[in-house]
């Protein structure tokens, strides 16, 4: 007989918020048994499917790659499908809510739409003018491709725009997800259209509002250099593009 | 029963991009530039008045007036006055940006800083160019040395 994993009793403070019944968001605390290697995320399972089935959180993979559950938890942006039940303080309760400065739909449901509005806004697609030169590919270098790498890998999940104190004074900020994604497409030697990207974060709402907080860098699940992507394209804009 | 969440700011549609002299571009680097400067500056005048020789005891009329007599020291204040006025200015500016969501207030608050800054850089400027460092009928215990010359 292998020996047994000890459990833990964590408890759960979860902002609750209902539509149709609340007038504002409340706090509501779960107690519930949990292994050291479990996630936030099946915390939130359990309470769903064992003391209430009215709890209301978005989720998809499960594995940190979709981008569905990025929630407040203590205080600091996370994803709840990548935050192990070992790396809190269990000995304290876990305060969980929904990201700040998109407006609240559900418990830990918020709109999303003023966050994809800044990132369509921002044209985040391949722009090529030309055909490739041997009709089939478009050839880059090792350091071609390396040089805009870290910006592929957002998953869109808004912890990094959710985060930005900037974002949160009226919204109107592009935000930094916008931003990592026009870096994305700024940098591609692919792409023809960096200085239409460029021109549009060259704004009022744009680069210039970003105080170089590193909220975002410090959220990111991804490990994106969020507030050095943000630099460098305010960069570009001063220098161009070298 | 259903109600309608109301959302917490005004809607998604972006204004046009604005034409002309990008200001929050200029801005920025505004910002960068002179708080280089500043540091320079403010340091240099703090160590001066506080710290060098008899230190803070220093500080008295005669020593203000005899340094507003000096190009060197009169070039160095209105130069903080002017760059640490205008950065202060614009940073109050970005704040009421990001804090006042009218637009009648952000007007009025914006006016309210720029009518600031621009009386303390005028009348700044002023003393500094206009100083009379010995003026008629003081006891001559608190001028500048230089008075008694005269
Ligand atoms: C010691 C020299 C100084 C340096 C190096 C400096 C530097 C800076 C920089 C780089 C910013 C822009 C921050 C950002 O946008 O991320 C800033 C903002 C600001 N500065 Fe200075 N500064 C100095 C002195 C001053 C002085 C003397 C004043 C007051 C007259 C002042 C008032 C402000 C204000 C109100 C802001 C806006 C704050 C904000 O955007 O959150 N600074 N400063
Ligand atoms: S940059 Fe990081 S935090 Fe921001 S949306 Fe992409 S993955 Fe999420
Ligand atoms: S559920 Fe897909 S990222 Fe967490």
Redesign the pocket.
């Known amino acids: 007989m292998p020996e047994e994993i000890q459990s833990f009793t964590v408890t759960l403070i979860i902002r609750r918020y209902n539509p149709e019944v609340d007038d504002e968001p409340h706090w509501d605390d779960f107690d519930v048994q949990m292994y050291p290697t479990d996630r936030v995320l099946d915390a939130l399972h359990k309470i769903k499917w064992e003391q209430d089935g009215s709890l209301s959180f978005r989720r998809s993979c499960a594995h940190g790659i979709c981008?569905s559950d990025?929630m407040r938890i203590n205080g600091r942006?996370r994803l709840a499908c990548k935050t192990l039940i070992k790396d809190l303080d269990i000995t304290k309760p876990v305060y969980v809510e929904a990201i700040k400065g998109l407006p609240l739909e559900k418990d830990l449901i918020v709109d999303m739409e003023p966050?994809f509005e800044s990132f369509r806004a921002v044209q985040p697609f391949l722009v090529a003018n030309n055909a490739p030169t041997d009709g089939k590919e478009r050839i880059q270098t090792v350091a071609q491709r390396e040089r805009f790498d870290d910006?592929t890998?957002?998953?869109?999940?808004?912890?990094?725009?959710s985060?930005c104190p900037v974002f949160w004074t009226d919204g109107q900020y592009f935000g930094?997800?916008a931003i990592?994604?026009a870096h994305r497409f700024i940098f591609d030697s692919r792409d023809d259209n960096a200085a239409v990207r460029l021109d549009i974060l060259n704004d009022k709402e744009g680069v210039w509002r970003c105080r170089t907080t590193f909220n975002?860098t410090e959220?990111?699940?991804?490990?994106?250099q969020?507030t050095q992507?943000i630099s460098e394209v305010k960069q570009a804009m001063l220098r161009g593009m070298e | 029963m259903t109600s309608t969440i109301e959302a917490p700011r005004s809607p998604y549609s972006r204004a046009p991009r604005s034409r002309g002299v990008n200001w929050e571009k200029w801005g920025w680097i505004y910002m960068r530039v002179s708080g280089v400067v500043l540091v320079v500056l403010i340091f240099g005048h703090l160590f001066v008045n506080l710290m060098v020789g008899e230190g803070v005891s220093a500080l008295n009329f005669a020593f203000v007036a005899g340094k507003l007599t000096t190009p060197f020291w009169m070039v160095w204040d209105v130069l903080m006055l002017w760059l640490a006025l205008i950065h202060g200015g614009n940073g109050m500016r970005t704040l009421v940006n990001d804090y006042a969501t009218q637009r009648l207030t952000r007007g009025i608050l914006k006016s309210a800083i720029l009518a600031a800054v621009v009386i303390l850089i005028v009348l700044g400027t002023l003393v500094v160019f206009t100083f009379d460092p010995c003026p008629a009928g003081s006891p001559a215990d608190l001028l500048p040395s230089f008075c008694s010359a005269i």
Request: charge should be positive.
């Open positions: 981008g990025a942006n966050f910006t890998k957002c998953i869109l999940c808004a912890a990094c725009t985060s930094p997800a990592v994604n975002c959220a990111c699940p991804r490990g994106i969020v992507a």
